[in-house]
């Protein structure tokens, strides 16, 4: 599935920036027992969940939930949560909550055992996501996330009023090439 060229820019200070079309999330009403499932399977009392969306296109579910450490304590059982039946195709499931300290707006984490990925330490596609659910919440068009998994990492987003979205982020080369097609 060919969804356009990715255009990728490397700003003087080193961050990296890459534009991508908003994707727009929904809110979902889970049943309780998939809620009490979806808790069981990731280490979280529902009471915590503020808010459930799903974006379609790309089977994210995304969970609100009340503060940071119900961020950071989540524990995955990725053969549990695969079991739940959710009433659509789920192919990942993004954590997030409002972060309290000046120095970010949102903390979260990204799940996809679906796809085979246990835990993805910093996802870019779950924040062309959350940038517009959580501007509005908060109002900002731009905003900076803290991926608190065990590596860790930053993602700062910036909303155009054209649909489009720019992540940016601090990266490793891992691999050099050209790729043809």
């Known amino acids: 599935m060919n ?4 255009y990728v820019e490397k700003a003087p200070n ?5 534009d991508f079309p908003q994707a727009v999330a929904k809110q979902v009403d889970m049943d309780e027992d998939v809620i009490s499932q979806f808790g ?3 280490n979280l009392s ?3 969940i503020r808010g459930c969306y799903f ?3 790309s089977g994210k579910l995304m969970v609100v939930v009340d ?10 059982n990725s053969q549990g949560l695969m079991g739940i039946d959710f009433g659509r195709v ?8 409002m972060y309290t300290e000046d120095s970010y707006d949102i903390t979260t984490r990204y799940f996809a055992p679906w796809v085979g990925i246990e835990e993805d330490p910093v996802n870019g596609w ?3 996501i959350l940038a517009p659910l959580y501007a509005s919440i908060t109002g900002k068009t731009e905003l900076r996330s803290f991926m608190c998994s065990s590596r860790g990492g930053d993602v700062v987003t910036e909303l155009f009023d054209n649909g489009r979205v720019v992540l940016s982020g601090y990266a490793k080369t891992s691999l050099c090439g050209t790729l043809f097609t």
Not at 3 to 6: A, F, S, V
Not at 14 to 18: A, D, I, P, V, Y
Request: with cysteine; net charge positive; glycine share 8%.
């Open 67 to 76: 503060d940071i450490a119900t961020v950071s304590a989540v524990i995955v």
């Open 40 to 42: 069981a399977c990731i």
């Open 90 to 97: 789920v192919k990942g499931v993004n954590i997030s909550a």
């Open 46 to 48: 529902v009471s915590k």
């Open 3 to 6: 969804r356009g060229t990715l």
């Open 14 to 18: 080193g961050l990296l920036m890459m």
């Open 55 to 57: 974006e379609p296109r």
């Open 126 to 128: 779950s924040h062309t």
